[in-house]
Structures are given as C-alpha cells and as structure tokens.
C-alpha cells in the first residue's frame, strides 16, 4: 500500500479531537482508500485517557485498510515516546501526533520506526 496523503477534512478533525479530548489523550485508527487516509476508527477502550501507557493490539479490529494512527500528545514534544514506538508497527505505517496549541500547524507524521515523514495534505 502507498499513501499519497492524508484528507485535509481528516486532519482537521485529529486536530479538533486533540483540542477537544485535551488535557487528556486520545488515540485512534487512521484508515486509506486508494492511497489516501480519509478516515478513523476508534480503538475499544482508548479514546479520552488520562494516559497511553497501556493497550493491547489484539483488541484493535482487523482491518486491510489499516494505515497507521493518530493520538495527542497534550503536554509532550511532537515526537513518538518509546511507548509510542512499542506499539506503531502494530497499527501501520503512519502515524500522526497532533498537540497544544492545535492549530493547523501543530501535527507531524512519523513512520513506525519513529522517523518524521511527509504527509501531503488533500483538499
Ligand atoms: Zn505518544
């Protein structure tokens, strides 16, 4: 699978999430079609935690669609912690960390090592 890009309505709503679920974290499924993450999916149990130091994989729901992740990282840097790394190549290949102040510039796009990577934005 190659994304191109990510929804620019997508991206809008993990930021508007982040703002929303702050000060606490939220985690949730990124989803493709045809190359583009245009959609998420909630993951049991995860949304609005005070923390993501534990989830496990076998709850996530079987899916080809499965492009990566998103969460926030309300009163961190916007880089994976070694948590974050533990489980991304679980989740995907792309994984997107939104945080304060949640404007449009407050997100970057990781790989599932944790190495930053260029998402481009699709009106
Ligand atoms: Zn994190």
């Known amino acids: 699978m190659i994304v191109k890009g990510i929804r620019e309505e997508l991206l809008d709503l993990l930021i508007r ?3 929303s679920t702050h000060p606490r974290e939220f985690l949730v499924i990124l989803k493709e079609r045809d ?11 995860t949304i ?7 989830f496990s994989p076998e709850m996530l729901p079987l899916d080809l669609h499965k492009a990566g992740s998103a969460h926030s990282h309300p009163s961190g840097p916007l880089r994976p912690s070694d948590a974050d ?21 407050d997100w970057r796009c990781f790989t599932a090592k944790g190495e930053p990577c260029e998402l481009e934005v699709i009106p």
């Open 35 to 45: 190359g583009i993450i245009e959609e998420l999916d909630l993951v049991p149990g």
């Open 17 to 19: 999430l982040g703002e």
């Open 48 to 54: 609005s935690r005070p923390s993501s130091a534990s």
């Open 85 to 105: 790394l533990r489980y991304f190549s679980s989740m995907g290949r792309y994984h997107i960390i939104v945080g304060p102040p949640y404007t449009r510039a």
